[in-house]
């Protein structure tokens, strides 16, 4: 819901440039749920295991879990992030006839190809603060480093701008600055974990 808001001004930027612009930058948008989806699945998993782990007292897996996802959703980004970059053509052409609009809908993809792996590092990081029972400070960075920054983000770069690349690297921008937040309070609350006695030792 919070992501909807922040993506509806992303859409008032992109309704700003023509027709062909608006259709490549739908055609294109289809592959954020394909690298989500498959990245979502460590995240899930991150939650999971450093809960498990937290429960059963065992900090070393705890932060083994947590490098382990983060690789593999970093890895599964970057992955069919690039393959999409050098298929980004036919895969288009599903959507459009039309040479124009995946001209357009490429613009895009040059741009979010690259930025699908910084998330994983915002994501993982979430997962992991969720599963030793962290939820609300995660969830107030999110808000701030990826929707409300996304907003302001729009009325001063882009509008300065108003190029493709100028909005599109909001993206990356925004998952950036949320994940250096995200992991500078999970190393903390992490500490915290490790100067209170385990579970075995109590």
Request: proline share 2%; hydrophobic share 55%; net charge neutral.
């Amino acid at each position: 819901m919070i992501f909807a808001i922040a993506n509806l001004f992303i859409q008032v930027g992109v309704n700003s440039f023509d027709s062909i612009m608006v259709s490549g930058n739908s055609a294109a948008a289809n592959t954020d749920s394909i690298v989500y989806n498959v990245m979502a699945a460590f995240h899930t998993a991150c939650s999971s295991f450093m809960g498990q782990n937290w429960g059963a007292g065992n900090r070393e897996r705890m932060i083994k879990s947590y490098r382990i996802s983060l690789l593999y959703s970093f890895l599964s980004g970057a992955l069919i992030g690039l393959s999409l970059l050098f298929f980004g053509e036919g895969f288009l052409f599903i959507f459009t006839n039309d040479p124009a609009v995946v001209a357009a809908g490429m613009q895009r993809m040059h741009i979010m190809c690259f930025s699908y792996a910084i998330s994983a590092f915002m994501d993982c990081t979430i997962a992991a603060c969720r599963g030793i029972g962290r939820s609300f400070v995660p969830t107030v960075i999110v808000i701030l480093g990826s929707c409300v920054f996304r907003v302001i983000w729009v009325y001063t770069i882009f509008a300065h701008f108003h190029t493709i690349p100028s909005l599109y690297l909001l993206y990356a921008f925004s998952w950036a600055i949320t994940a250096l937040a995200e992991t500078i309070y999970f190393l903390c609350c992490f500490r915290k974990l490790n100067a209170a006695p385990t579970v075995a030792a109590e």
